[in-house]
């Protein structure tokens, strides 16, 4: 995903002409770019005069709009202005064309010299032309392409060198005077001091798409916090490649064996997952679960490997200051990871031989992945600061009034979605901090006051049964049962909740684990925890439903009803979204209101039975991939699916009831006229 920022503040607005036009904006970016606009409030003023007033969709044409609060200057223009001026007017060079830029750049080896080219054809796709000073009836560039952005620009991968041809970076963060219009970076981490807790559910967090942006803006957010966006997060997923053979390291045969450079492409072999130990230094992890260190068993000690099973030896990565995507591997024996061949990545480099094309121990980093779960947050702020994160998102993000709404609206339970380590509460395992089990109870005191039932979720299961940030794993992969000890550890979670409030009126239902996935849970290993788990629930209660998560993958959605039927009081949860599939990618709003009332009601007949486990749609939200959809189309849609997943036995949830992504809201929906109970 591409994405267009652009940061507009006090009237700089008047820049752009006409930001609902886009004149010179090619179907080409249209189609794989998104396109952000920061605005605050004075400026929107501004531009509602004129006219531009964003739409339902918090957009003004192609631009979604994001508005900035509580800023820290009053005029971002001015900063570092000297006392008693009124402007500040920063020094140019005399290159006037970007063509000149750009080659500019590549000779002083300023950033990767691929991802300079990428841009620029963005660029030149977007109508810009090379000025030919023989033809005076041609205009300038920058006035007859004045799309192409000069105070706007494209973010890859989200890393501070966002404009690679303008001076925007060095002056506003190298000299900390924003001259120009704000980069993205700059504002970024500005408006993260201001607003530290501002962010949205761990479970839904993904970098690389507009929403997150948007938990940091909002101050009324009070969420998880985020972190930078910078190397330093269990779970990311790294890209090296060498810059002297032009290939990427690669753990030969997926781990087990040496670590080569010699791809000329990346995926699972050739991407290393962190285990974050501080800022700069991590554990590597290869695709068959080893770890990447060096041959002091038959080897010299400076070969690199991948054989241990266990975490052991730990790396540095050193990245050059003026390009981040350049880097070093610092080894434990002290020196820096060098291609010597294709074949042999040794770590003997003194690693001074600067950071050009012809030192064999510098790297082009890529970020192909990112994880923001639980552990993410907790290990990554430490075991001092994240105590106070938690328990600020605790005690902020769903309080008394929420279950108040929940209650007037004729909503008569919630889901509660946990991790396994709240049963360790309050001195949980490492990383994670006391005080979930808190948020539970009170949730149950105001579920009781309300009149509402709770259904307990095991959302994380330990080693994660999904791989998916909202089960919490450390590095993406998934190891929940695998073992019967791990599978014994999950059932004492599910002994410690039913224990705990089997006599609290409004438990309802427990549900023993989220979305398992298949092939990596297997059908014996959900079979064996299911049973277990089903017995220790009536161990404590011969009244509270027991939940059966449905298989994620190509499995039978029925295959769990040999076990379920011969249950009591047993219930089978299935999700369903208009999402996260390409089947979805181009349906039209009528065609997605078609598939709920034909296909999704064909899967859940499928699973209702007369006989059988009472059906559930644990999961569903009116969001999909539809492009300008109005309020009208969003109403329909959720109303169709209202209609369908009101046949479940069970009952339904939504996806989820506070979320600064509107439609994933179930509050904001109900409180906009969008959903209708």
Known sequence: MITAFISLFLDSILCLVNISSLLQISEYSKKNVCFIMFLDEQT??????????????VCIGLWRIVIVRNLPYKDMRKTRKRTGSEYVISNHY?????????HQNKRLNKYNHMAIDEQFNFYQSDGLTKFDPSDLNTPLPSYACRYVPEGSFIVRAHTPMSNLFSCLWFNEVNRFTSCDQLSFAYTFLKLKRLNPI????????????????????????KKVPVMEFEVSKDGTELQFKSVTVGKYLCAEQG??????????SASGWETFKLWRINETTFQFRVFNKQ???????????????????????????????????????????????????????????KGDGGWGDSDPSVFIMTISGRLQGEFQVTNGYGPLKAPQVMREHWSTFIVEEDFKFISKNGINAVRIPVGWWIASDPKPPHPYVGGSLQALDNAFLWSRKYDIKV??????????????????????FQEWGLSNQNIQQTVNVIDFLTARY?????????????????PGASLDSIIKYYKAGYETVRKHSKTAYVVMSNRLGQVDPKELFPLASGLERTVIDVHYYNLFSDVFKDMTVQQNINFINTNRAADLNRVTTSNGPLTFVGEWAAEWRVNGATKEDYRKFAEAQLQVYGRATFGWAYWTLKNVNKHWSLQWMIQNGYIKL
């Not at 509602?48 to 739409?55: A, L, R, Y």
């Not at 005399?94 to 750009?102: M, Y």
């Not at 089997?502 to 298949?518: D, G």
């Open 44 to 57: 929107l003023l501004k531009l509602s005069t004129k006219g531009n007033v964003p739409d339902e969709r």
């Open 94 to 102: 005399t290159r006037h064309c970007v063509w000149e830029e750009v």
């Open 198 to 221: 501002a962010s949205e559910d761990i479970d839904s967090l993904t970098f690389g798409a507009p929403r997150f942006l948007r938990h940091l803006m909002d101050p009324s957010s």
């Open 255 to 264: 781990g087990g064996t040496i670590i080569v450079a010699n791809r000329t």
């Open 291 to 349: 770890f990447m260190g060096l041959n002091h068993a038959t080897g010299n000690g400076i070969d690199v490997v991948a054989v241990a099973s266990t975490s052991s030896e730990t790396f540095q990565i050193v990245r050059n200051s003026g390009d981040l995507s350049r880097v070093r591997i610092k080894a434990p024996n002290g020196f820096f990871l060098q291609v010597k061949t294709k074949e042999l990545v040794t770590a003997d480099s």
């Open 455 to 476: 259904i307990i979720d095991l959302h994380a299961a330990p080693g994660s049964q999904n791989g998916f940030e909202h089960s919490s794993p450390k590095d993406g």
């Open 502 to 518: 089997t006599n609290n009126p409004s438990l309802y239902a427990v549900e023993l684990i989220n979305e398992p996935l298949a």
